[in-house]
């Protein structure tokens, strides 16, 4: 290469082209090493870099939104198992049979409250699937570098016309997830408060125990817990959705407040009614006004029906 460069060879006695050739010589050998070198930038192509970079930000975008997931969950699940404990710790100080009523009564909740959470579960896989897809359609349009394109119909490469409407039928499919998981959790919630009911009006001594005074205050409080169900399935589903559609904010948030709220109320209670029918309602209705909202957030409620298009105006 020094060769056909012309960097060596000739046997020319002048001095000064000699160090002339000296000095081509190591600045030739100097970009030699330089390009050579591995990992060197100027090595790597300018589209490689770019998907690179890319990469690293997607890398990212993916680790906050983890992050931030996991920190609003956790807001939310301590929150919520505070108010759980606060009323356990208010029946505690109204006698034993009062706190093992409670803690029996809990148990039921607790067996009714999971069985009703599978809808909850469908609920956020289903929102989830549906969601990322419609923000892959938002993706997919934010790439056009002309804005009319956001708002006018425009024929791509294959021949076919790309438009709005496949956003708006996402949406759609979204807007009628979220009505018919909210009416399947009632329904479920009402079978849930007819299964309770039927418990108490057989009173099994295997469940129910043989303890009087703990007995009586179960076949008191079953009732109050049945009403509660519709509202306990419909809050269940409610946040799932609004999992699915990455509200965590707004669950972490509202799951604090009404747990604030449903301590307050819990301090006036005077009996184990007052504990499930005052604290927990309290509790169950602050988070479903929340989840509420989120989906309501979800469904364009808020804001302009079509994100897109006010984006371009």
Same mark, same amino acid.
Request: aromatic share 4%; charged share 20%.
């Given at each position: 290469w020094l060769f056909k460069k012309g960097l060596l060879g000739g046997n020319s006695n002048?001095?000064?082209?000699?160090?002339?050739?000296?000095?081509?010589?190591?600045?030739? *050998?100097?970009?030699?090493?330089?390009?050579?070198?591995p990992g060197n930038n100027r090595s790597i192509p300018q589209?490689?870099?770019?998907q690179r970079a890319a990469l690293k930000r997607q890398k990212r975008t993916i680790a906050t939104t983890i992050l931030r997931a996991n920190?609003?969950? !956790?807001?939310?699940?301590?929150?919520?198992?505070?108010?759980?404990?606060y009323?356990?710790?208010?029946?505690?100080? !109204?006698? &034993?049979?009062?706190?093992?009523? &409670?803690?029996?009564?809990?148990?039921?909740?607790l067996v009714v409250a999971l069985v009703l959470e599978g809808a909850a579960v469908a609920a956020q896989v289903l929102m989830s699937r549906e969601w990322e897809g *419609?923000?892959?359609?938002?993706?997919? *349009?934010?790439?056009? /570098?002309?804005?009319?394109e956001f708002v006018k119909e425009q024929k791509t490469e294959a021949g076919h016309y790309f438009d709005m409407e496949p956003v708006d039928k996402q949406r759609r499919t979204i807007k009628s997830l979220s009505l018919y998981m909210l009416k399947l959790s009632l329904i479920q919630g009402?079978?849930?408060?007819?299964?309770?009911?039927?418990?108490?009006?057989?009173?099994?001594?295997?469940?129910?125990?043989? /303890?009087?005074?703990v007995r009586q205050n179960l076949l008191t409080l079953l009732p109050h817990i049945a009403g509660q169900m519709a509202l306990v399935s419909f809050t269940l589903v409610a946040e799932a959705l609004a999992i699915g559609g990455g509200r965590f904010k707004w669950l972490a948030g509202g799951t604090t407040v009404s747990s604030i709220i449903a301590v307050l109320k819990l301090r006036g209670a005077k009996d184990l009614v007052g504990i499930w029918s005052g604290g927990i309602v309290a509790l169950f209705l602050g988070r479903l006004a929340t989840a509420l909202l989120a989906v309501m957030d979800m469904n364009g409620c808020f804001r302009w029906r079509n994100n897109m298009k006010e984006m371009t105006e």
């Open positions: 002048n001095g000064n082209a000699t160090n002339e050739k000296r000095v081509g010589i190591m600045e030739a *050998l100097k970009q030699f090493r330089i390009r050579s070198r589209p490689e870099q770019q920190a609003a969950m !956790m807001a939310k699940q301590g929150s919520l198992l505070l108010g759980w404990a009323a356990t710790s208010r029946a505690t100080r !109204m006698g &034993h049979s009062v706190v093992a009523s &409670h803690q029996m009564a809990l148990s039921i909740w *419609l923000k892959l359609l938002e993706r997919r *349009l934010l790439k056009n /570098d002309n804005a009319n009402l079978a849930g408060s007819l299964a309770i009911l039927l418990l108490r009006q057989t009173a099994p001594s295997f469940i129910l125990t043989h /303890d009087p005074a």
